[in-house]
């Protein structure tokens, strides 16, 4: 046990097209900004291709709306990259960007998407990212501001990116149950009637599904990094010398 006081931890999560971030991650974001800490949404895209009548600028004006109203709900600020849905790119400026934000923002911990995901812009996200925490912590990366490490990265669930994740980790978000459905209302896809599939009941059933997994009323699942839950122990816990 260490008794070095550590700073207040903050999160960011960075979705790859607005409402990724509110579906797979807005209840982990309320229970943490509940408890007195920042959060930062980054929406890699606006995701405003998908919208069967309205032409995509339209559609982004909306989008923009709904991420600015699920930050105030979930007690965040949302910054979008200026990025075409379904064309992220991944390269070293986009990486540089992120590393920018991280270095800017500084979160203790960043929540994203898995790899094993359907959809391209998640997979990209997932590499930007995967390299923008390394680039935001490595000396050697010059930037305006200076190195920032971040502590812990984790996968929240996502229908789209369920190829090989699994669940690590239940967090108890029962408490902000109703406000995390308010931020699914915030996204007309969410509500229903763009998408053929159904998010919010889907998203509002898994909080029922993970919370009888993790013994909560509600409950959100996350990925550890691969290796992360590696332990070094002297002992196994409970059979440490001297333990009653
Ligand atoms: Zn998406």
Not at 90 to 114: A, F, G, M, Y
């Given at each position: 046990?260490?008794?070095?006081?550590?700073?207040?931890?903050?999160?960011?999560?960075?979705?790859?097209?607005?409402?990724?971030?509110?579906?797979?991650?807005?209840?982990?974001?309320?229970?943490?900004?509940?408890a007195?800490?920042?959060?930062?949404?980054?929406?890699?895209?606006?995701?405003?291709?998908?919208?069967?009548?309205?032409?995509?600028?339209?559609?982004?004006?909306?989008?923009?709306?709904?991420?600015?109203?699920?930050?105030?709900?979930?007690?965040?600020?949302?910054?979008?990259?200026?990025?075409?849905?379904?064309?992220?790119?991944?390269?070293?400026?986009?990486?540089?960007?992120?590393?920018?934000?991280?270095?800017?923002?500084?979160p203790?911990?960043?929540?994203?998407?898995?790899?094993?995901?359907?959809?391209?812009?998640?997979?990209?996200?997932?590499?930007?990212?995967?390299?923008?925490?390394f680039?935001?912590?490595?000396?050697?990366?010059?930037?305006?501001?200076?190195?920032?490490?971040?502590?812990?990265?984790?996968?929240?669930?996502?229908?789209?990116?369920?190829?090989?994740?699994?669940?690590?980790?239940?967090?108890?978000?029962?408490?902000?149950?109703?406000?995390?459905?308010?931020?699914?209302?915030?996204?007309?896809?969410?509500?229903?009637?763009?998408?053929?599939?159904?998010?919010?009941?889907?998203?509002?059933?898994?909080?029922?599904?993970?919370?009888?997994?993790?013994?909560?009323?509600?409950?959100?699942?996350?990925?550890?990094?691969?290796?992360?839950?590696?332990?070094?122990?002297?002992?196994l816990?409970?059979?440490?010398?001297?333990?009653?």
């Amino acid at each position: 046990m260490t008794n070095v006081v550590q700073p207040a931890g903050s999160i960011m999560v960075i979705g790859a097209h607005a409402g990724d971030a509110e579906n797979m991650a807005a209840a982990a974001v309320l229970k943490h900004t509940r408890a007195g800490h920042a959060a930062t949404i980054v929406h890699m895209t606006l995701g405003e291709a998908g919208h069967p009548t309205l032409a995509p600028e339209v559609y982004a004006e909306q989008r923009k709306r709904e991420v600015e109203e699920s930050a105030r709900l979930m007690g965040g600020q949302a910054i979008w990259l200026p990025y075409r849905d379904g064309e992220l790119p991944v390269n070293d400026e986009i990486k540089l960007q992120v590393c920018d934000l991280i270095r800017q923002e500084k979160p203790s911990t960043i929540l994203t998407h898995w790899r094993g995901s359907i959809h391209k812009d998640h997979v990209a996200t997932h590499e930007i990212v995967r390299d923008a925490i390394f680039y935001a912590a490595l000396p050697a990366i010059q930037r305006e501001r200076p190195v920032h490490r971040v502590r812990s990265v984790y996968f929240p669930e996502n229908w789209e990116d369920m190829d090989g994740w699994r669940a690590d980790v239940y967090l108890d978000v029962s408490d902000v149950w109703e406000d995390y459905v308010s931020v699914l209302r915030s996204h007309e896809f969410i509500r229903g009637g763009i998408s053929s599939f159904r998010y919010f009941d889907y998203y509002t059933a898994l909080g029922t599904t993970r919370g009888c997994l993790g013994g909560f009323e509600k409950a959100t699942a996350l990925m550890l990094q691969p290796g992360a839950w590696v332990r070094k122990l002297r002992h196994l816990p409970g059979l440490e010398p001297g333990h009653a």
